[in-house]
């Protein structure tokens, strides 16, 4: 389950020649500073499957150190031939290491949680507080949980009384107010978490406007645990701040969906090609085929995909309508082709 993390296979040769840390790889990241970040790919539900995971993985190479699963849930658990526990399986996940993630407000939960992932052998967990979605947080789990610290506390209390497991949190700043995190920061700091990784907004923001750095940078100051970085890093130099890397260890989210090959580049390495582009998506399509014959099932993960990935292609508007619009597999594999040629 584990990859080696190349840190800095793109840069082994280069990284010799260079003159100092101000030899600047396209005009704004000193090249030396590429071997200093780490790269963790985000959970985001129904889109990074194990399917997508080992697709990233075999065409662009290992510049992710930990992929995290969609969250489970208490109900998931209950349907062991469902496809989220089939992506939790070992076999599944050859090469790479996997981090499972539990939405849950009651330890009980999250504690039988640990004991079946120790049966597959995941001896490192995390904890979604992070969640946006409504439904979500109207039962007050994932970011829902943040408005109440102290029961929050009690929370992470009851599981640090009885697990065995490394335990990392993807948290938010706050629900309302990236102040509320000074608090939640008294929280967390009670814990010894495997890492503490923010998404530097707060849920009613959902993905809009732009991270609060600043408070991630307090954060980070002020964390007794390792922190990690994680909201809109979409291309090089998006992981800088005005002294360095924000972080040395950052999740990457929807710009990893939207390009397949950031991790890849943020290390220094090429862009995605064409042919690697088209061999990726024709492996999304093939495995999407195998695990549901249903052609419905495998159009509506590919156009979830596309949905991001359109971002690459800015002058080819037709030709994602096309996509978009195919009710076919064959219809689609049309389109796509001709968008790659």
């Not at 610290?149 to 929370?155: A, E, G, I, S, T």
């Not at 219809?331 to 790659?340: F, Q, T, V």
Request: glycine share 8%; proline share 4%.
């Amino acid at each position: 389950m584990r990859s080696r993390c190349l840190h800095s296979v793109y840069f082994a040769a280069g990284q010799r020649r260079q003159r100092g840390v101000h030899s600047y790889i396209r005009g704004s990241v000193p090249a030396l500073w590429h071997n200093m970040i780490k790269y963790y790919l985000a959970p985001l539900e129904g889109i990074t499957t194990h399917i997508m995971r080992i697709a990233v993985h075999e065409v662009f190479g290992e510049g992710i150190c930990k992929y995290f699963t969609p969250f489970f849930s208490p109900q998931t658990k209950r349907h062991a031939s469902s496809y989220a526990m089939q992506g939790i399986r070992p076999e599944n996940n050859e090469g790479i290491y996997l981090v499972p993630q539990m939405l849950t407000d009651y330890a009980e939960d999250f504690l039988a949680f640990e004991k079946d992932m120790r049966a597959y052998g995941y001896k490192e967990l995390n904890i979604n507080l992070g969640c946006p979605s409504g439904t979500v947080v109207s039962k007050g789990r994932g970011a829902g949980m943040l408005e109440y610290p102290q029961r929050l506390d009690y929370f992470l209390e009851d599981i640090f009384a009885k697990t065995s497991a490394s335990i990392s949190v993807k948290t938010r700043l706050g629900l309302h107010d990236e102040d509320e995190f000074y608090r939640l920061m008294e929280v967390f700091n009670k814990y010894p978490l495997e890492e503490l990784i923010i998404h530097a907004r707060v849920r009613d923001e959902m993905y809009a406007g732009s991270p609060h750095r600043d408070m991630y940078l307090w954060a980070k100051q002020h964390s007794r645990n390792r922190t990690v970085y994680n909201g809109d890093v979409f291309g090089p130099g998006d992981e800088m701040s005005d002294n360095g890397p924000i972080e040395d260890t950052i999740m990457l989210g929807r710009g990893m969906v939207a390009d397949p090959s950031l991790a890849r580049q943020l290390l220094g390495g090429e862009r995605a090609s064409k042919e690697e582009l088209k061999e990726y998506l024709r492996m999304l399509r093939e495995r999407y085929m195998a695990r549901d014959p249903d052609e419905r099932h495998c159009l509506e993960k590919l156009k979830e995909i596309w949905a991001y990935m359109r971002e690459q292609f800015p002058d080819r508007d037709r030709d994602i309508k096309e996509i978009m619009k195919a009710r076919r597999l064959e219809e689609y594999r049309i389109a796509a082709d001709r968008l790659m040629r």
